[in-house]
């Protein structure tokens, strides 16, 4: 059983803040994946306030230039010391959990990863040690730099490890319409939702619910489904984890 959650950057910081974590937050989704673990998790975190201001700043969508260059360093910075806190928090919670930084071990191609070295990732399965990664910035074959999401990286992921289970935890119950959630969306369903997706509350450079969407729409169209869940509920990562959670919006294929 292989099991990709993502918990967001919404959850773990405060978006509308520079660097500013959740310390309270952090602990108690590092509690409650210790409390559910299982033998083939991968987490996934968000940058949230830790490198969507930086990217922004820097402009490192655009692609490489005398002022993205510059933002590089701080940004990847930022996001590994969000992870740095998430690591420490699963390792003091009981999770043998280790750091993977997509910077070093990933290529993009116009935005979209061509190449991931997945080598490390599935040895820390094969020794049940959970691989943490996150949203960064990488090196991109065609702009010369890029930002790689989170929700990206799921998707990614899921279909690499052929996943079992996929979730992503964010801040609100799961997708709104006029503010009750959708329980269920299929990729016939795009067209209908686009208008009711925006981006983020707060600095978001990947696209907030909706980016999130598109790529777990196109997850599902490959058979691979998924749910969107409010990760600030605690007990609700110890649902998804045990396959107990009943509520969130499931992305499904048609
Ligand atoms: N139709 C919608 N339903 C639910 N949320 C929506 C919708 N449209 C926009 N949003 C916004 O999307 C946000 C969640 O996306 P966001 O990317 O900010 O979260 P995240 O994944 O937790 O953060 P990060 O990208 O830093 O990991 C919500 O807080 C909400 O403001
Ligand atoms: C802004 C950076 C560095 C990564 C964005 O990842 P996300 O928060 O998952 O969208």
């Known amino acids: ?39 083939r998790l991968v987490l996934v975190h968000g940058a949230g306030s830790f490198g969507h201001h930086q ?26 010391s969000l992870n740095a806190m998430v690591v420490d928090a699963l390792q003091m919670s009981g999770v043998d959990a280790l750091p993977v930084h997509p910077l070093s071990n990933c290529i993009l191609n116009n935005g979209r990863i061509e190449h991931m070295c997945m080598e490390a990732i599935t040895r820390m399965l094969r020794a049940e ?19 790689l999401s989170g929700d990206q990286l799921v998707a990614y992921l899921a279909r690499a490890l052929k996943a079992d289970r996929v979730g992503i935890g964010t801040n ?6 006029n503010g009750s959630v959708i329980r269920e969306l299929k990729p016939a369903n795009i067209r209908e939702v686009e208008s009711i997706l925006s981006g983020s509350v707060g600095v978001d450079v990947t696209g907030g ?26 007990g609700n990562i110890v649902k998804f984890l045990r396959d107990d959670l009943a509520e969130g919006t499931l992305i499904s294929g048609d």
């Open 129 to 147: 040690i959970v691989p943490v990664l996150h949203g960064d910035v990488v090196m991109d074959t065609a702009k010369g730099v890029g930002i």
């Open 172 to 177: 609100v119950d799961g997708v709104l319409r």
């Open 1 to 39: 059983m292989t099991i990709i959650l993502k918990i967001g950057g919404s959850v773990l910081t405060d978006k509308n803040k520079v660097s500013a974590a959740k310390p309270e937050a952090i602990a108690r989704v590092a509690r409650e994946v210790s409390e559910a673990l299982s033998p």
């Open 55 to 80: 990217a922004k700043e820097y402009r490192l969508k655009d692609g490489l230039n005398d002022w993205s260059i510059k933002g590089i360093l701080p940004t990847h910075n930022a996001v590994k």
């Open 209 to 234: 619910m909706y980016g999130k969407i598109a790529e777990l729409m196109a997850l599902a169209g490959e058979g691979i489904p998924s749910v969107v869940f409010n990760a600030e509920k605690p």
